[in-house]
């Protein structure tokens, strides 16, 4: 598996998170990545790019409360997540763009490698 999640919880409103994504293999080092994520019955929502440069974008659900970071010395990709709500809680995913090292898509559908998920539960 290319690419693991770890890191999700269940939390209460306000609360925070850090989820981290360790990927095996260099390939990852040299391409967009993102954070995804998937509620019950919803389609998968692109919530952070980053690319090669550290450059980020970021959704306006998640935006000054959600940060994306890459550490490429431990080939693995964070997503800090700071005043939760309960709309937050989902299945987490980080995915790869192969063909980008820039210009990131926030469009699932552009992304070819996936983890498998991290689930975060927010509760008041």
């Known amino acids: 598996v290319p690419l693991v999640e770890s890191g999700g919880d269940s939390v209460q409103v306000g609360g925070s998170l850090r989820l981290s994504c360790a990927a095996s293999g260099p390939i990852y080092k040299n391409t967009c990545m993102g954070w995804f994520r998937q509620s019950s019955g919803q389609g998968r929502e692109g919530i952070a790019t980053i690319d090669i440069h550290g450059t980020s974008t970021d959704a306006d659900s998640v935006k000054g409360r959600f940060t994306i970071s890459r550490d490429n010395a431990k080939n693995t990709l964070y997503l800090e997540m700071n005043s939760l709500k309960s709309e937050d809680t989902a299945m987490y995913y980080c995915?790869?763009?192969?063909?980008?090292?820039?210009?990131?898509?926030?469009?699932?559908?552009?992304?070819?490698?996936w983890g498998q998920g991290t689930q975060v539960t927010v509760s008041s």
């Open positions: 995915a790869a763009d192969l063909a980008r090292i820039w210009g990131c898509s926030p469009s699932a559908g552009q992304y070819n490698d």
